[in-house]
């Protein structure tokens, strides 16, 4: 094992943040420089970012895509960043019917959609560890939501006119991730057929959750809906993340740091 770095924060266990893309971060890192400095530690060909932000001390990172990339990155901010808990930001694609862009996803459970070892376990089942489902910190995920529902409330009405999308409506559930981006219409309907209950569909949440339940750390998602991972999901997704994903990104964080720190 590698010695452990040196990541002081004076103290207080940090929160560790993450995302796959850097769109899907927003301003963090540069919120983060403003307000006290950032100190960047580069670990396992990622680089995780140090400080405080919104009052909160946090490391802050991007995963990359797909369940490896993120399974690898949460392990290394719980045992080399010593993290207290864990939020995942970023898009995902409306799978139920009432889930539409712009609107705003937060987990209160995760699986994997492509973990399948029938007929030597039940499909979806991870082996061994005799479960599929893993929960959200309910805290976690109430103090998350109430930063969405807030946001919406203040900024939703705005946000829909400037993206042309309707206002957004805060959905909690199911999320559900595997290693595809998926973009047809077949395949959403087959997602919706075999797991009636999911809201949304992307690649990392149930990796981090289930990495997070084993080693007892506590952890939140939080998810913007891009597309509707139908045959439009493509431009949809790009099309979102380049103009809008950061500006949700920022407006929820901001919340969620902000009372985050006061609570704390
Ligand atoms: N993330 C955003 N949209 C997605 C989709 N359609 N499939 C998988 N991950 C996504």
């Not at 301003?27 to 400080?51: C, K, N």
């Not at 506590?218 to 997704?237: E, L, Y």
């Amino acid at each position: 094992m590698s010695a452990p770095l040196n990541t002081s924060h004076a103290g207080a266990r940090p929160l560790g943040i993450l995302a796959a893309l850097p769109q899907e971060l927003g301003d963090l890192i540069e919120a983060m420089r403003a307000e006290s400095g950032v100190r960047t530690l580069t670990h396992g060909r990622r680089d995780y970012h140090l400080g405080t932000v919104h009052g909160t001390p946090c490391v802050v990172t991007l995963a990359r895509v797909g369940k490896v990339a993120a399974a690898t990155t949460v392990s290394a901010l719980i045992h080399a960043f010593d993290v207290e808990a864990v939020v995942f930001t970023g898009v995902a694609g409306g799978v139920r019917g009432d889930v539409q862009v712009g609107d705003i996803v937060v987990a209160s459970t995760l699986m994997q959609h492509d973990i399948d070892a029938s007929p030597l376990f039940p499909r979806f089942e991870v082996p061994l560890l005799g479960m599929s489902r893993f929960a959200a910190d309910a805290a976690l995920a109430e103090r998350l939501a109430a930063a969405c529902e807030q946001f919406v409330a203040e900024e939703g009405a705005a946000c829909a006119a400037r993206f042309g999308t309707r206002e957004p409506r805060v959905h909690r559930g199911l999320i559900v991730s595997g290693d595809q981006f998926v973009a047809s219409a077949a395949a959403v309907a087959a997602l919706r057929d075999a797991l009636p209950d999911a809201l949304a569909v992307e690649m990392e949440g149930a990796a981090i959750a289930q990495v997070c339940y084993e080693y007892g750390v506590p952890c939140a998602v939080v998810r913007t809906i891009s597309d509707t991972a139908d045959d439009h999901a493509p431009g949809s997704f790009v099309s979102f993340l380049t103009g809008i994903a950061g500006t949700y990104s920022n407006a929820i964080l901001a919340r969620f740091l902000g009372a985050q720190h006061t609570a704390g």
